[in-house]
């Protein structure tokens, strides 16, 4: 078989974006495994939701971001100020205003507060989930 000089390029080329791909993949697998096992493990938190009784609403939370997850889906992401074993502190600053959030971790349980630009609502009966 003779090959062009211009078919082993390709031919190169192909196996260099082989490698690449291989190499993305890999990443890909390992990088979430890197970021969880270097302190930023992400726990969740279930209550029943202050502002609609009867519903439950989740918190995923790790150093940086605290995420309050309504029962249709809906995300709000928070940026965590300060964290330590008896409180968090977050904030989201958006257009229709500041959100902020204070989770407090006690003997009596956990309690989730929450500051709206139009009203205030305390989670409560918190259960960790990890």
């Known amino acids: 078989m003779i090959y062009t000089l211009t078919s082993l390029r390709r031919i190169k080329q192909v196996e260099q974006l082989i490698c690449f791909k291989r190499i993305f993949f890999l990443l890909f697998l390992l990088i979430p495994s890197?970021?969880?096992?270097?302190?930023?493990?992400?726990?969740?938190?279930?209550?029943?939701?202050?502002?609609?009784?009867?519903?439950?609403k989740r918190w995923n939370y790790n150093k940086?971001?605290?995420?309050?997850?309504?029962?249709?889906?809906?995300?709000?992401?928070?940026?965590?100020?300060?964290i330590n074993k008896?409180?968090?502190?977050?904030?989201?600053?958006?257009?229709?205003?500041?959100?902020?959030?204070?989770?407090?971790?006690?003997?009596?349980?956990?309690?989730?507060?929450?500051i709206t630009p139009l009203v205030k609502y305390t989670d409560s009966n918190c259960k960790e989930l990890n």
Do not use: M, Q
């Open 64 to 82: 940086e971001d605290l995420i309050e997850i309504y029962p249709n889906g809906y995300r709000r992401v928070y940026d965590v100020k300060s």
């Open 34 to 56: 890197i970021v969880f096992s270097s302190g930023h493990k992400i726990k969740e938190l279930k209550c029943e939701s202050g502002a609609n009784p009867g519903h439950i």
């Open 86 to 114: 008896n409180n968090i502190l977050a904030v989201e600053d958006s257009k229709r205003g500041v959100y902020y959030v204070t989770i407090s971790f006690n003997e009596n349980g956990t309690i989730v507060d929450v």
